[in-house]
C-alpha cells in the first residue's frame, strides 16, 4: 500500500519532495558567449520576416543582416557607404545611376547575386515596400547593364533616392517563383547571415552565411536573439550573462552598469514631440500652438528625465542624421508669460484637452505627467488619454485627438527619410502646410549641393518654428549595455548596428 | 440521471457554450477603436495597402457571414494567418503550447502539492502558532502579485545562484525542467493561498467528524486517518479549486511568462494584442477559452465518479 511505503510523518514526506526537488537542480547554465556565438536581449521582435513591411528598429537590425543592399547606411556624410554595390557613377546629364556589384556576391545557397535580382529588388521595393517606396518614386526605370552592372534611371535630381536605397533588400529575382509567404517563411539569404530559427515574439537565431561577399571578415558565428520585454527581466538578463548585447537600457538603471559597458548613442536620431490636430480647435490656431510650444520647459524635463543624456531641441528633424540643421526663426525656448498671453489671445482661451500617450519609445508616466503639469500652468486643461501604442495610433488616424506626445526616431541616416514621412504621414493626419512642406521636400530633391540641401532643411525648420506645426520637446539619448569581450559594436544615430562587425574575444 | 446521461447533457452544454464564445472572440475585431486594418497598415500605409488588409481579414463582408466563415475555417483547423510573421494562427498555437503545458502543469502540481501539505500542517495544528503563521503567510501570497515575485525569484535566486535561466525555456527535457522551476514556483505562490484556505477549512472541518475521532481511536496514526479517510474529500475541494480558478490561472501564466521570456502561448498574445495581430489574438483566445471549457467539464466528470452524489442528484 502506497501510504506504507511512504515515511509516517507528513514532516518525512516533505522531506521527500523537497530532496525530490533539489535532485532536479541542474548545474548552472553556461555563459552567454561561446566562442563565435553573441546573444542579444531586445524588448521586440521584428515586425515582420517580410522586408517590404520594414517598419521597425528591430527590422532595421536584423533585415540588412539577412539582406543585402546596395550601400550601407553610415553616419558620416553622405549617410551611406558602398555595400553590395562596390561603386557607383552618376550622370546628371541622364539622371542616371551606373552601380557595379561585387563580384563574389551570392545567396547563402551559394548561387550568385546578380544584376537581374537587384533590377528585380528595387522594382519590387517601389511597388511593395509600405514605409519606404516613396523615397524610389523618381526612379523611372532598373535595368541589367550586365550580370553585375545596374543602370537606374531617375526622372530628374533626386536628393533622396540614393538614401532610399539603404532600404532595398535584395531578393533572388522573382523571389524564385515563390509568394512572399513562402519567400519569407523560410527566406534565401544575400547578407552576411542566414535565418537558422524564429519564433516570432520569443526569439530568434542566425548563423553565418559563408556565401556572403565579405564572409571572410564576418566576426560571428551565430547570433542568438531573445525577446525580453520587461526591463528588470533585461537587466537580470545581462547581469546574470544570460545575454551580451542588453539594449534599450533605462537611464533609472544605468547605475548598475558598470561604465566600461556602457555605450550611449548621442546624438541620437529621435525626436520627442507634441503632435498637434491642427485640423480642429484649440489648435487650428497658431496662438494655441504657441502657447502650448512656449508652456514646455525643455530644460526642466531635459534635466530631471534625461540627465546629461540627452541634446537640446534643435528643430523636428533629429540632430543625429546627416543634413540636420536648426531653425534660424528663433529658439523653441521656454517662456510661461509669452504662453498665457497666446492662450489669452487664441479663440479658446481656456481649452480642454486630451493628450493622448502610449508608454513606448521614450515616452513614460513621470514625462507624460511631467507636460501634462506644465500646460496646466499655462492654462490648459489637459485630460490624459494613455493606452497602448496601436490604440492611441488608431484614434489619431481617425482624426480623434487633440495632441499625442511621442517619440519619433528615423531610420534613415540622412534627414531625408525623415523629411518623406512627414510628408506622407504625420503632415496629413495633423494638418500641416502641406504647399510649405512640399516646397521645402522638392528644394531638397533637388539641391545640387550640400548648401542648397542646408538651405531646403532650414525652410522646413524655420516654417515649423514660425508656424508651430508640431512642438518638439527633446532629443533623448539610447543606452546599451555591453559584455566584455564584444568588439566592434558601433551603432548609428539610429540605434541600428551591423552584427557582422561585431566579434566576441574572451 | 445516470451517469452516462450527466455526461452526455455536460457536453451537449458545452456546445451554445463554445458557439457563444467564437462569437465574443469575432466581436475582439469590431470593438478596437478605429479600422483595424488601418491600425495594422501604420501611418504611412496606402489606402491600396489598408484596403488589402481589410479584404485579407473579411472585414469587407458582414458580421453574420465572417462569423460562419470563421466558424468553418476553425472546424477544419484553420485560425487564419497572422498578419505579422504570415504563419498559420495554429501553427503559432502548436510551437507555444509546449513552455505554457509544462508551466500550467509543473505549476498545478507544485500548488498542489503546497497547498496540502500547508493545509494539512495548518488543520492539525488549528489555532496554534503554526496556524496562525501559516494564515499570514498565505496572506501575504495573496498580496504579492505574480511578476513581483517572479522578478524577485529573478534577483534573490536565479541571479545568484546562476542555477536557473533568465528567460528563456532551455533545450531539452531537463533544459524544459530547468527553465520552468522558477515560473512554477511563481505559479504556485500565487495560485497556492487561495487553495490553502479552502482545503484547510474543509479539514478542519473533517478533524471534527466521528469517524475521525472514531479511527484515532482504534489506534490508526494520523497519516493513515489522512490517506484513507479525508484524502477524497480533498480531492473533491482541490478539484473544485482547480476548476475555479482555472480562468486566472491562465492570467497568471501569461505575467510569469512574459516576466520569464518563455515562449508560450501567453507571451504570444501579449505579443499578438501590441501588433494588433488580430488572428493571433483571436485563434489563442479561442485556445484558453476551449481549454478553460475542457477542464470545468473534465472536473465536472471527474467529480461524477468520485462523489456522485454531488452532480448525479
Same mark, same amino acid.
Given at each position: 500500500m502506497l501510504t506504507k511505503a511512504l515515511p509516517h510523518s507528513f514532516r518525512g514526506r516533505l522531506v521527500v519532495a523537497a530532496a525530490a526537488l533539489l535532485l532536479t537542480l541542474p548545474v548552472a547554465p553556461s555563459a552567454a558567449l561561446a566562442d563565435g556565438t553573441l546573444t542579444i536581449g531586445r524588448p521586440a521582435d521584428v515586425s515582420a520576416m517580410s522586408v517590404f513591411s520594414h517598419s521597425t528598429i528591430e527590422d532595421e537590425i536584423v533585415h540588412p543582416m539577412l539582406f543585402d543592399t546596395l550601400v550601407y547606411g553610415s553616419k558620416d556624410d553622405p549617410g551611406y557607404v558602398p555595400g553590395l554595390a562596390e561603386s557607383w557613377d552618376f550622370d546628371s546629364a541622364s539622371n542616371s545611376y551606373v552601380f557595379k556589384l561585387r563580384a563574389n556576391a551570392a545567396f547563402s545557397d551559394g548561387s550568385p547575386v546578380t544584376a537581374a535580382d537587384v533590377v528585380y529588388s528595387l522594382s519590387a521595393a517601389k511597388e511593395k515596400s509600405q514605409n519606404y517606396k516613396g523615397m524610389l518614386a523618381g526612379m523611372t526605370a532598373a535595368e541589367a547593364v550586365d550580370d553585375h552592372t545596374v543602370k537606374v534611371t531617375l526622372a530628374g535630381p533626386d536628393n533622396i533616392f540614393m538614401s532610399g536605397l539603404i532600404w532595398v533588400y535584395v531578393l533572388p529575382e522573382n523571389m524564385n517563383g515563390k509568394d512572399a509567404d513562402a519567400f519569407f517563411a523560410e527566406p534565401l539569404a544575400s547578407g552576411p547571415f542566414a535565418l537558422d530559427a524564429w519564433t516570432p515574439g520569443s526569439s530568434m537565431s542566425l548563423v553565418r552565411n559563408p556565401h556572403y561577399w565579405n564572409a571572410a571578415e564576418t566576426g560571428l558565428d551565430r547570433v542568438d536573439m531573445k525577446i525580453i520585454q520587461g526591463d528588470n527581466e533585461r537587466l537580470a538578463a545581462f547581469q546574470s550573462g544570460d545575454i551580451d548585447i542588453y539594449e534599450n537600457v533605462r537611464f533609472d538603471f544605468i547605475d548598475q552598469i558598470p561604465e566600461a559597458q556602457r555605450h550611449i548613442v548621442s546624438p541620437t536620431a529621435r525626436t520627442m514631440f507634441l503632435f498637434t490636430n491642427n485640423y480642429k480647435p484649440p489648435f487650428d490656431s497658431i496662438e494655441a500652438r504657441k502657447a502650448l510650444s512656449y508652456a514646455v520647459d525643455r530644460d526642466a524635463i531635459g534635466e530631471a528625465l534625461w540627465p546629461g543624456l540627452s541634446v537640446p531641441v534643435q528643430g523636428m528633424l533629429m540632430p543625429g542624421t546627416t543634413g540636420a540643421v536648426p531653425a534660424d526663426a528663433g529658439s523653441w525656448d521656454f517662456d510661461l508669460e509669452t504662453a498665457e498671453a497666446a492662450l489669452a489671445a487664441s479663440p479658446t482661451p481656456k481649452p480642454e484637452i486630451t493628450l493622448s500617450a502610449a508608454y513606448i519609445r521614450g515616452v513614460d508616466e513621470v514625462l507624460v505627467q511631467a507636460v501634462q503639469a506644465q500646460l496646466q500652468d499655462a492654462g490648459f486643461q489637459v485630460t490624459l488619454n494613455v493606452s497602448d501604442f496601436n490604440t492611441i495610433l488608431g484614434q489619431v488616424l481617425n482624426g480623434e485627438f487633440d495632441v499625442w506626445l511621442l517619440g519619433n526616431t528615423t531610420?534613415? %541616416? %540622412?534627414?531625408a527619410e525623415m523629411f518623406a514621412f512627414y510628408g506622407g504621414a504625420f503632415g496629413p493626419l495633423g494638418g500641416w502646410d502641406l504647399d510649405a512642406l512640399g516646397g521645402a521636400l522638392e528644394k531638397y530633391l533637388v539641391a545640387p549641393d550640400a548648401a542648397g540641401r542646408e538651405a531646403a532643411v532650414r525652410d522646413f525648420e524655420n516654417m515649423m518654428r514660425e508656424t508651430f506645426t508640431a512642438v518638439p520637446i527633446g532629443h533623448p539619448d539610447t543606452v546599451f549595455a555591453i559584455a566584455d569581450g564584444v568588439e566592434g559594436f558601433e551603432t548609428l544615430p539610429t540605434t541600428a548596428y551591423r552584427l557582422d562587425r561585431i566579434s566576441v574575444n574572451r | 440521471m445516470t451517469r452516462s446521461r450527466y455526461i452526455l447533457k455536460r457536453l451537449l452544454q458545452t456546445i451554445p457554450l463554445i458557439a457563444g464564445i467564437m462569437v465574443l472572440v469575432m466581436l475582439l475585431l469590431h470593438v478596437v477603436p478605429g479600422d483595424p486594418a488601418r491600425a495594422i497598415g501604420g501611418m504611412a500605409a496606402s489606402d491600396e495597402t489598408v484596403e488589402q488588409i481589410r479584404e485579407e481579414l473579411g472585414l469587407n463582408r458582414s458580421f453574420v457571414a465572417q462569423y460562419i466563415a470563421y466558424v468553418g475555417n476553425a472546424l477544419q483547423g484553420d485560425l487564419g494567418i497572422s498578419t505579422r510573421s504570415r504563419q498559420p494562427v495554429t501553427e503559432i498555437i502548436g510551437e507555444r503550447l509546449a513552455p505554457t503545458l509544462w508551466l500550467l502543469t509543473a505549476g498545478m502540481i507544485l500548488s498542489i502539492v503546497l497547498a496540502s501539505a500547508v493545509s494539512v500542517l495548518a488543520a492539525r495544528n488549528k489555532d496554534r502558532a503554526a496556524d496562525y503563521a501559516l494564515g499570514g503567510l498565505t496572506v501575504i501570497g495573496l498580496s504579492m502579485p505574480a511578476y513581483w515575485v517572479g522578478i524577485m525569484l529573478l534577483l534573490l535566486v536565479a541571479l545568484p545562484t546562476g542555477a536557473f535561466p533568465i528567460s528563456g525555456f532551455g533545450k531539452g527535457f531537463w533544459g524544459h525542467l530547468n527553465a520552468i522551476i522558477l515560473p512554477a514556483l511563481t505559479f504556485a505562490i500565487a495560485i497556492s493561498p487561495v487553495m490553502i484556505r479552502a482545503l484547510r477549512a474543509k479539514l478542519v472541518a473533517l478533524y471534527r467528524n466521528d469517524f475521525v475521532m472514531m479511527s484515532r481511536a482504534v489506534g490508526l496514526s494520523e497519516s493513515t486517518i489522512l490517506a484513507r479517510h479525508l484524502s477524497r474529500h480533498a480531492a473533491l475541494v482541490l478539484i473544485t479549486m482547480v476548476s475555479v480558478q482555472v480562468g486566472p490561472m491562465i492570467f497568471v501564466g501569461v505575467v510569469i511568462e512574459k516576466t520569464f521570456a518563455l515562449p508560450g502561448l501567453g507571451q504570444a498574445l501579449v505579443n499578438a494584442v501590441a501588433q494588433r495581430d488580430f488572428p493571433v489574438v483571436q485563434g489563442i483566445t479561442l485556445t484558453t477559452a476551449l481549454f478553460v471549457t475542457f477542464v470545468h467539464l473534465g472536473a465536472d466528470i471527474f467529480t461524477s465518479f468520485v462523489n456522485p452524489r454531488t452532480v448525479l442528484e
Amino acid at each position: 500500500m502506497l501510504t506504507k511505503a511512504l515515511p509516517h510523518s507528513f514532516r518525512g514526506r516533505l522531506v521527500v519532495a523537497a530532496a525530490a526537488l533539489l535532485l532536479t537542480l541542474p548545474v548552472a547554465p553556461s555563459a552567454a558567449l561561446a566562442d563565435g556565438t553573441l546573444t542579444i536581449g531586445r524588448p521586440a521582435d521584428v515586425s515582420a520576416m517580410s522586408v517590404f513591411s520594414h517598419s521597425t528598429i528591430e527590422d532595421e537590425i536584423v533585415h540588412p543582416m539577412l539582406f543585402d543592399t546596395l550601400v550601407y547606411g553610415s553616419k558620416d556624410d553622405p549617410g551611406y557607404v558602398p555595400g553590395l554595390a562596390e561603386s557607383w557613377d552618376f550622370d546628371s546629364a541622364s539622371n542616371s545611376y551606373v552601380f557595379k556589384l561585387r563580384a563574389n556576391a551570392a545567396f547563402s545557397d551559394g548561387s550568385p547575386v546578380t544584376a537581374a535580382d537587384v533590377v528585380y529588388s528595387l522594382s519590387a521595393a517601389k511597388e511593395k515596400s509600405q514605409n519606404y517606396k516613396g523615397m524610389l518614386a523618381g526612379m523611372t526605370a532598373a535595368e541589367a547593364v550586365d550580370d553585375h552592372t545596374v543602370k537606374v534611371t531617375l526622372a530628374g535630381p533626386d536628393n533622396i533616392f540614393m538614401s532610399g536605397l539603404i532600404w532595398v533588400y535584395v531578393l533572388p529575382e522573382n523571389m524564385n517563383g515563390k509568394d512572399a509567404d513562402a519567400f519569407f517563411a523560410e527566406p534565401l539569404a544575400s547578407g552576411p547571415f542566414a535565418l537558422d530559427a524564429w519564433t516570432p515574439g520569443s526569439s530568434m537565431s542566425l548563423v553565418r552565411n559563408p556565401h556572403y561577399w565579405n564572409a571572410a571578415e564576418t566576426g560571428l558565428d551565430r547570433v542568438d536573439m531573445k525577446i525580453i520585454q520587461g526591463d528588470n527581466e533585461r537587466l537580470a538578463a545581462f547581469q546574470s550573462g544570460d545575454i551580451d548585447i542588453y539594449e534599450n537600457v533605462r537611464f533609472d538603471f544605468i547605475d548598475q552598469i558598470p561604465e566600461a559597458q556602457r555605450h550611449i548613442v548621442s546624438p541620437t536620431a529621435r525626436t520627442m514631440f507634441l503632435f498637434t490636430n491642427n485640423y480642429k480647435p484649440p489648435f487650428d490656431s497658431i496662438e494655441a500652438r504657441k502657447a502650448l510650444s512656449y508652456a514646455v520647459d525643455r530644460d526642466a524635463i531635459g534635466e530631471a528625465l534625461w540627465p546629461g543624456l540627452s541634446v537640446p531641441v534643435q528643430g523636428m528633424l533629429m540632430p543625429g542624421t546627416t543634413g540636420a540643421v536648426p531653425a534660424d526663426a528663433g529658439s523653441w525656448d521656454f517662456d510661461l508669460e509669452t504662453a498665457e498671453a497666446a492662450l489669452a489671445a487664441s479663440p479658446t482661451p481656456k481649452p480642454e484637452i486630451t493628450l493622448s500617450a502610449a508608454y513606448i519609445r521614450g515616452v513614460d508616466e513621470v514625462l507624460v505627467q511631467a507636460v501634462q503639469a506644465q500646460l496646466q500652468d499655462a492654462g490648459f486643461q489637459v485630460t490624459l488619454n494613455v493606452s497602448d501604442f496601436n490604440t492611441i495610433l488608431g484614434q489619431v488616424l481617425n482624426g480623434e485627438f487633440d495632441v499625442w506626445l511621442l517619440g519619433n526616431t528615423t531610420f534613415g %541616416t %540622412t534627414v531625408a527619410e525623415m523629411f518623406a514621412f512627414y510628408g506622407g504621414a504625420f503632415g496629413p493626419l495633423g494638418g500641416w502646410d502641406l504647399d510649405a512642406l512640399g516646397g521645402a521636400l522638392e528644394k531638397y530633391l533637388v539641391a545640387p549641393d550640400a548648401a542648397g540641401r542646408e538651405a531646403a532643411v532650414r525652410d522646413f525648420e524655420n516654417m515649423m518654428r514660425e508656424t508651430f506645426t508640431a512642438v518638439p520637446i527633446g532629443h533623448p539619448d539610447t543606452v546599451f549595455a555591453i559584455a566584455d569581450g564584444v568588439e566592434g559594436f558601433e551603432t548609428l544615430p539610429t540605434t541600428a548596428y551591423r552584427l557582422d562587425r561585431i566579434s566576441v574575444n574572451r | 440521471m445516470t451517469r452516462s446521461r450527466y455526461i452526455l447533457k455536460r457536453l451537449l452544454q458545452t456546445i451554445p457554450l463554445i458557439a457563444g464564445i467564437m462569437v465574443l472572440v469575432m466581436l475582439l475585431l469590431h470593438v478596437v477603436p478605429g479600422d483595424p486594418a488601418r491600425a495594422i497598415g501604420g501611418m504611412a500605409a496606402s489606402d491600396e495597402t489598408v484596403e488589402q488588409i481589410r479584404e485579407e481579414l473579411g472585414l469587407n463582408r458582414s458580421f453574420v457571414a465572417q462569423y460562419i466563415a470563421y466558424v468553418g475555417n476553425a472546424l477544419q483547423g484553420d485560425l487564419g494567418i497572422s498578419t505579422r510573421s504570415r504563419q498559420p494562427v495554429t501553427e503559432i498555437i502548436g510551437e507555444r503550447l509546449a513552455p505554457t503545458l509544462w508551466l500550467l502543469t509543473a505549476g498545478m502540481i507544485l500548488s498542489i502539492v503546497l497547498a496540502s501539505a500547508v493545509s494539512v500542517l495548518a488543520a492539525r495544528n488549528k489555532d496554534r502558532a503554526a496556524d496562525y503563521a501559516l494564515g499570514g503567510l498565505t496572506v501575504i501570497g495573496l498580496s504579492m502579485p505574480a511578476y513581483w515575485v517572479g522578478i524577485m525569484l529573478l534577483l534573490l535566486v536565479a541571479l545568484p545562484t546562476g542555477a536557473f535561466p533568465i528567460s528563456g525555456f532551455g533545450k531539452g527535457f531537463w533544459g524544459h525542467l530547468n527553465a520552468i522551476i522558477l515560473p512554477a514556483l511563481t505559479f504556485a505562490i500565487a495560485i497556492s493561498p487561495v487553495m490553502i484556505r479552502a482545503l484547510r477549512a474543509k479539514l478542519v472541518a473533517l478533524y471534527r467528524n466521528d469517524f475521525v475521532m472514531m479511527s484515532r481511536a482504534v489506534g490508526l496514526s494520523e497519516s493513515t486517518i489522512l490517506a484513507r479517510h479525508l484524502s477524497r474529500h480533498a480531492a473533491l475541494v482541490l478539484i473544485t479549486m482547480v476548476s475555479v480558478q482555472v480562468g486566472p490561472m491562465i492570467f497568471v501564466g501569461v505575467v510569469i511568462e512574459k516576466t520569464f521570456a518563455l515562449p508560450g502561448l501567453g507571451q504570444a498574445l501579449v505579443n499578438a494584442v501590441a501588433q494588433r495581430d488580430f488572428p493571433v489574438v483571436q485563434g489563442i483566445t479561442l485556445t484558453t477559452a476551449l481549454f478553460v471549457t475542457f477542464v470545468h467539464l473534465g472536473a465536472d466528470i471527474f467529480t461524477s465518479f468520485v462523489n456522485p452524489r454531488t452532480v448525479l442528484e
